[in-house]
């Protein structure tokens, strides 16, 4: 998944579980998403992305047929 597709994908509280995951502020969090460079940025990406695709598989296995 593309950074481009994370920050579309992104739902609410996602940073916020990041962050707690992360033991760092959600601002700090939020910063890191926004900015490559940073310390925490490749983590809180990935941290996002599983909770996208767990989201998605979740919401795929209970469509209703």
Request: aromatic share 4%; net charge positive.
């Amino acid at each position: 998944m593309t950074y481009t597709e994370i920050k579309e994908k992104k739902a609410t509280g996602d940073i916020k579980v990041a962050a707690n995951v992360l033991k760092i502020s959600q601002t700090n969090a939020w910063n890191a998403l926004n900015r490559p460079g940073s310390k925490y940025h490749e983590m809180v990406v990935q941290i996002i992305e599983k909770l996208i695709v767990s989201r998605e598989k979740i919401a795929n296995e209970n469509s209703i047929s």
